[in-house]
């Protein structure tokens, strides 16, 4: 496995440098991959820099989340031309009578919405930050929130997007006998310890059990004291309140093609089939009610797909980030580094860790768990580790990337959701996240010695 040695984490050392004093995420990325270049090819770098633009257009991957947000861009904006999402948020401001409540309702919804983390990002994000709002809820600890919840839900349970590619990650591995990728899945969500202690930390904050701590207390407490929940000078243009004597549609109009798209998308286990079918959904009920025309729903299809742009470039720029990523053997080089001092009872903690700064410094996680996969696994075959140990590390690792990774697109979705800086995110949320990764450090570590 060749590598460049510590220059292999330049260039995401200067992308994270960068994106704490810049304040932008895709400017960042994309001086990271200059960066990568340089450092791979020298004086000739800009030829490949360009074609790993190229590459990460031409990606399979990369074309399908195009795809996918810019089509949630589209359904989110039918919602609010419908005002749909605001018949939803009406509804929920009858049992979200206080503050806590609010939040316990946004945890819960969450925890509803278990089909995807894109899913859950969304439409969690731009149901509940109109309840939040009325109740001087900081819209960056909603963010957190509903990154806490999003992406950890769906690896606990084992009906989702996340657990069915894992489940496929087992089989393709060896890990689970073929057919039975799902039940050994099943048997590893007790090892599971990021987002089962993620899950459990939101709730204890969300009921005040459990004070904040880091730069999100003063944020919440600056939200509460002021009224204002955007960090000053980072206010969306458009108008986010609910007129309490304004009649909205019935709120129907916005659960059933929700439900359309977490039900399609189980049974085809295809987001994008998801979403065409909510689409379908919208426009044959919206039609059909006079609530909107074709023309009209056309055109905010178009301009729903167009707010996504922003969310598709950071995608993409890290996508062609990780073009040097690998040309400059930067999971070689994380493995490498205590490959020869692992054994069998420290691997798990070990795998955990590593995986997750890897995958952490690509930005894209299910492409980096797919490679990562095959190469861990043998190598825990060969040290006789508990399998189903060390792939649930694996699971974690990339589970703790999607919520800690701030120019990732799960952060970034939940961002544009609830109109937070993707920076903002970082400061606020990261001391937080800290504390589940932590203490699952703790349980693989323990684990590891406790199920040889």
Same mark, same amino acid.
């Given at each position: ?58 990606n399979g991957t990369w074309q399908w989340m195009a ?133 459990? @930390?939101?709730? *204890?904050? +969300? #009921?005040?059990?459990?004070? !904040? ?7 919440? /407490?600056? $939200? ?33 093609? @929700?439900?359309? *798209?977490? +039900? #399609?998308?189980?049974?085809? !286990? ?7 079918? /909510?689409? $379908?959904?919208?426009f044959i009920m919206y039609v059909s009610q006079k ?99 060390v792939a649930a590390a694996l699971v974690c690792a ?55």
């Amino acid at each position: 496995m060749e590598h460049m040695g510590i220059l292999s984490l330049l260039p995401i050392t200067v992308v994270i440098t960068l994106a704490i004093l810049t304040k932008r995420t895709m400017s960042s990325l994309m001086i990271g991959g200059v960066v990568g270049a340089i450092l791979a090819f020298g004086t000739g770098f800009f030829s490949p820099w360009v074609d790993s633009m190229y590459w990460a257009l031409s990606n399979g991957t990369w074309q399908w989340m195009a795809l996918v947000c810019g089509l949630f861009g589209s359904l989110v904006a039918l919602f609010q031309v419908t005002k749909s999402i605001k018949s939803f948020s009406s509804v929920a401001l009858k049992f979200a009578t206080s503050r806590k409540k609010s939040l316990i309702g946004t945890f819960l919804v969450g925890c509803a919405v278990f089909v995807d983390e894109w899913l859950s990002a969304l439409v969690v994000g731009h149901a509940m930050k109109r309840v939040t709002d009325k109740f001087n809820v900081s819209r960056t600890f909603l963010c957190y929130l509903i990154m806490a919840v999003g992406t950890t839900i769906c690896i606990v349970v084992p009906f989702s997007t996340w657990s069915a590619f894992f489940a496929g990650l087992y089989e393709s591995t060896n890990v689970a006998p073929i057919g039975q990728g799902t039940a050994v899945y099943i048997s590893t969500i007790p090892f599971m310890f990021f987002p089962i202690a993620a899950i459990i @930390i939101a709730f *204890l904050i +969300v #009921v005040g059990i459990l004070p !904040v701590w880091g730069p999100m207390r003063k944020e919440i /407490a600056r $939200a509460a004291d002021s009224g204002q929940v955007f960090i000053p000078g980072h206010e969306p243009t458009t108008d986010q309140s609910i007129d309490p004597d304004e009649k909205y549609p019935h709120f129907a109009n916005f659960i059933v093609p @929700i439900i359309v *798209l977490a +039900v #399609v998308t189980v049974v085809t !286990v295809e987001m994008l089939y998801g979403i065409m079918a /909510a689409l $379908a959904t919208c426009f044959i009920m919206y039609v059909s009610q006079k609530m909107i025309t074709v023309h009209e729903f056309c055109t905010a299809m178009l301009n729903g797909f167009k707010d996504m742009i922003g969310v598709i470039g950071i995608v993409f720029a890290a996508f062609a980030l990780r073009v040097f990523n690998e040309e400059l053997g930067l999971a070689p080089f994380v493995i490498s580094m205590v490959y020869d001092i692992l054994n069998p009872a420290i691997l798990p903690v070990a795998v955990f860790f590593l995986i997750s700064v890897m995958i952490f410094a690509a930005g894209t996680f299910w492409g980096m768990a797919a490679i990562s996969f095959p190469v861990i696994i043998p190598v825990a075959e060969a040290m006789g580790a508990n399998i189903p140990l060390v792939a649930a590390a694996l699971v974690c690792a990339t589970a703790f990337a999607a919520n800690a990774c701030f120019y990732g697109a799960e952060v970034t979705l939940a961002c544009s959701a609830t109109d937070v800086r993707n920076t903002d995110y970082a400061k606020n949320a990261l001391p937080i996240i800290a504390a589940p990764y932590i203490i699952a450090m703790i349980m693989f570590a323990i684990a590891g010695h406790m199920f040889p």
